[in-house]
């Protein structure tokens, strides 16, 4: 009696495993990128149900084809007005779905082999904007006196010492602050759940220490920049906060009022300032806590570029180049060529 064969997994079928399963039990990734995916498949769900007008349980992976997705990336940047690299990031979360799909669904193979073919966009990285050392320190010090404006001054602080992304400093607790001589440092939980260590001025440990002098209530699980609930603060909230105090860090540097300063500037304000003080490259890429050192030897390429701009600024010597005549026996030997 000949064997059946084995039925295809739904299309349903595979988005949960996948989600379930794949991302979550074997590759075990964060709770934050596992939302990014779920928030990308979505999007595109709703705009598959939009064009084929087939809800997401009908779907099969033949849907999936290579027109339909060149329609949705279009979507996202003309209907969403997202950028390139959101654009790219939307596909790569299709493309991770579509290449286990292909290990569940062997009969699917040609389709998905299809579906894979749709390439990433190339873009034009844009220059990394940054502080100079002056516009930095105005933004530090715009204190009001205020239990908000102290918080404001120990964030910015430590957002500068230590070049964190915005998530990273917003979580960390007051058990991860080590204040101790010789020793200070905060813990810091990035990308990935990667852990890494990041000493601290004696500046930004002085602050901390009048931060906490003014919070007795803190218990070591407290977050170090709460809100005024008790609550570890959001993105938009440091966002706000900035925005306010570069607004009044312009009154002595006005050229801030020109800028568009969010909190990753200060991020690459600290990665430039490291390597324009001569810090090696694969230091950085440590402090900044990059995975590979090519994500940090962008900055090298931008302090390169500004520097380029710099000198063609300057007046070049006016040198008469006399034009190099050759003999005519070098050009008879060259046209014999």
């Known amino acids: 009696m000949s064997k059946q064969p084995k039925a295809s997994p739904s299309f349903a079928a595979l988005v949960q495993a996948y989600f379930a399963e794949y991302l979550t039990q074997q590759r075990a990734l964060s709770a934050q990128t596992i939302a990014a995916y779920r928030d990308g498949f979505v999007l595109f769900l709703g705009f598959a149900e939009s064009r084929l007008g087939k809800s997401p349980v009908t779907m099969a992976l033949a849907d999936i084809t290579p027109e339909l997705i060149m329609a949705f990336l279009d979507h996202l940047e003309r209907q969403r007005h997202n950028s390139v690299r959101s654009r790219n990031a939307r596909l790569a979360a299709l493309r991770s779905f579509l290449k286990f799909a292909a290990h569940r669904d062997v009969a699917s193979l040609q389709v998905i082999e299809r579906a894979l073919g749709v390439p990433v966009k190339r873009f034009e990285r844009p220059m990394f904007g940054y502080l100079s050392r002056e516009e930095m320190l105005a933004v530090i010090d715009t204190q009001d006196g205020t239990w908000i404006g102290q918080r404001d001054h120990v964030m910015f602080l430590l957002l500068y010492n230590t070049g964190a992304r915005v998530s990273e400093i917003t979580g960390v607790k007051v058990g991860e602050v080590v204040l101790d001589d010789g020793a200070a440092c905060v813990h810091l939980h990035g990308k990935g759940r990667k852990q890494r260590s990041v000493p601290l001025w004696r500046s930004t440990v002085k602050a901390v220490r009048a931060w906490l002098r003014l919070n007795p209530q803190f218990e070591m699980a407290s977050p170090l920049l709460p ?89 070049a010597p006016e040198v008469k180049v006399q034009r190099y005549r050759a003999p005519d026996s070098l050009i008879d030997f060259l046209k014999t060529l």
Do not use: C, F
């Open 227 to 315: 809100n005024r609930n008790g609550h570890a603060m959001t993105r938009t909230n440091v966002a706000l906060r900035l925005r306010l105090a570069v607004q009044a860090a312009a009154g002595t540097n006005p050229d801030l009022a020109k800028r568009h300063v969010s909190p990753h500037t200060i991020r690459h304000t600290t990665a430039m300032h490291l390597l324009q003080a001569g810090v090696d490259i694969s230091v950085i890429a440590l402090w900044l806590g990059h995975e590979s050192p090519l994500t940090t030897h962008h900055y090298v390429e931008a302090d390169l570029t500004m520097k380029d701009r710099a000198l063609a600024r300057l007046q």
